[in-house]
């Protein structure tokens, strides 16, 4: 028995059928426990206060925005070699997650910095960076609702998730370059390993958890259901083709 | 290959053609920008060089959809699929008449607009030679951009959408150079950053758009 057995549409569903509550389950426990522990089970920070506590949102957040991209990634080389329909319909569920997550990161940050650092926005490379990976996920979505052919579609979504991942990490680097020039970096940093102390840091951790659990979950829950909408379609198809031999 | 060149040169400089539609279109935004932000010399000469490299980007992508749209819709793709001159050629070729019309005349035009934006003279040789070497990256990718919206309803929306994105490194360091210039620092790191873009996608863009042109021809 291998991985590739669940390549076969009926034998993911009937495996996801099984997982997903106890996997939902899952989520909710680690999501509310690590929630929790960080809002009411941590110290306020001596300079940041509460605020600090948007951490627990803020960090898993970006993190699976980012993982979500190279989830998609990998799905997509495996649907461009093996031509797996499930893998090509997970990258198109994962997308619209990884969106949202980004926006999450965005939104979070934004309340963050705007009593931290006094503003809602800089053009940090950093918040930059995930400016331009929420503009890679929106053209993505795009194409994929753009093209009727579902084949067509997963090939050439495939292929600007390829594309877009080498230019969504060359920007991240360019953007480096050109924010050195134009002045000089924030001293305060997104970065949570350099400065965060051991309360903050594990229910920080249980989140990040709850963060990719639910990630996971809701990627499978979207990928179950574009396999349904792949059956109707095919349903469809038949039923029109029958009609179309009586007449 | 070179009959292939001249065709598309030809197409594209005869009335209809498009190939004035990019230059237009870029005098046209360099035209509204400074109506937008007031004519005080200092602020305009501060955000020249990233205004005249937007709307070298923007000029780019107004120009896109001739690039493959017409030679699908009459069949001509097709039987250039069938030519022995390989589907990636087709594609370099077809980039460079593209650049040829739209990003070379854009960088010779450009020191004209840039007078009148106030960029100080020693930035002025820094914008061509970056215009020059980031603009064909800007076709190669662009044929990318095109390949994948071939043939879609609403495609000419969603062509921005997905190659603007990818025009981001070239446009921070062609940009970059030429304010670097503007303001008396070193340029030549960015401008030597721009070129490599440029050669490397140059190497690596047919390949990507000829595989999207097969998928959308099959």
Same mark, same amino acid.
């Given at each position: 028995? *291998? ?20 996997? *939902? ?20 920070? +001596? ?39 499930? *893998? ?51 053209? +993505? ?23 877009? *991942? ?34 903050? +840091? +594990? ?45 | ?6 065709? &598309? ?6 009335? /209809? /053609?498009?190939? !004035?539609? /990019? ?12 109506? /937008?932000?007031?004519?005080? !010399? &200092? ?13 070298? #980007?923007?000029?780019? #992508? ?14 001509? %793709?097709?039987?250039?699929?069938? =030519? !022995? ?14 650049? %040829?019309? $739209?990003?070379? !005349? ?6 004209? #607009? ?24 800007? =076709? ?44 008396? #620092? ?6 030597? %950053? $721009?070129?490599?873009? $440029? ?20």
């Amino acid at each position: 028995m *291998s991985l590739w057995r669940f390549a076969n549409p009926a034998a993911f569903m009937a495996l996801t059928d099984r997982v997903l509550p106890a996997l *939902s389950v899952l989520t909710a426990l680690c999501l509310a426990v690590g929630l929790a522990w960080g809002f009411f089970g941590t110290p306020h920070d +001596y300079q940041q206060g509460a605020t600090v506590k948007i951490i627990y949102l803020h960090v898993p957040a970006a993190l699976m925005a980012i993982n979500g991209w190279i989830m998609m990634l990998v799905a997509s080389l495996i649907w461009v070699i093996r031509r797996h329909h499930v *893998s090509a319909l997970a990258a198109r569920a994962a997308a619209p997650v990884g969106a949202t997550l980004t926006l999450v990161a965005m939104v979070t940050g934004a309340f963050w910095g705007q009593p931290t650092w006094g503003t809602w926005w800089v053009w940090d490379p950093r918040l930059t960076s995930f400016f331009i990976l929420l503009i890679f996920y929106l053209g +993505y979505i795009a194409l994929w609702e753009a093209v009727e052919d579902p084949e067509k579609a997963a090939d050439l979504t495939a292929a600007l998730c390829l594309i877009g *991942s080498v230019f969504a990490l060359l920007s991240r680097y360019a953007v480096l370059f050109w924010n050195q020039g134009l002045h000089q970096g924030f001293s305060l940093s997104l970065d949570p390993e350099t400065n965060v102390a051991d309360v903050f +840091y +594990y229910p920080l951790l249980v989140c990040m958890a709850g963060f990719a659990l639910l990630f996971v979950t809701l990627v499978l829950i979207r990928t179950r259901t574009e396999i349904l909408r792949r059956r109707l379609r095919a349903l469809d198809l038949r039923a029109a083709h029958l009609r179309e031999g009586a007449a | 290959m070179t009959a292939l060149l001249r065709r &598309e040169l030809t197409l594209a400089l005869r009335a /209809g /053609g498009g190939a !004035p539609q /990019g230059l237009v279109f870029y005098l046209i935004v360099v035209l509204l920008a400074p109506l /937008g932000i007031g004519p005080d !010399p &200092e602020t305009l000469a501060r955000v020249a060089p990233g205004l005249l490299w937007v709307a070298a #980007l923007l000029a780019c #992508l107004v120009t896109l959809d001739r690039l493959f749209q017409t030679d699908w819709e009459d069949g001509t %793709l097709d039987a250039l699929t069938l =030519s !022995p001159v390989p589907l990636e050629a087709v594609v370099a070729i077809k980039a460079l008449a593209h650049w %040829l019309t $739209t990003g070379l !005349p854009l960088a010779l035009l450009a020191p004209l #607009l840039a007078v009148t934006l106030h960029l100080p003279g020693a930035a002025m040789p820094w914008l061509v030679a970056t215009l020059f070497a980031g603009t064909p990256a800007l =076709s190669l990718l662009g044929a990318i951009g095109a390949a994948l919206t071939l043939n879609l309803r609403r495609g000419g929306l969603l062509v921005g959408v997905l190659t603007l994105p990818l025009y981001i490194p070239t446009l921070i360091f062609g940009a970059r150079a030429v304010a670097n210039a503007a303001q008396g #620092l070193p340029a030549l790191p960015a401008l030597a %950053l $721009t070129a490599a873009l $440029t050669l490397a996608v140059a190497a690596l863009a047919p390949l990507a758009a000829a595989a999207i042109l097969r998928i959308q021809i099959r």
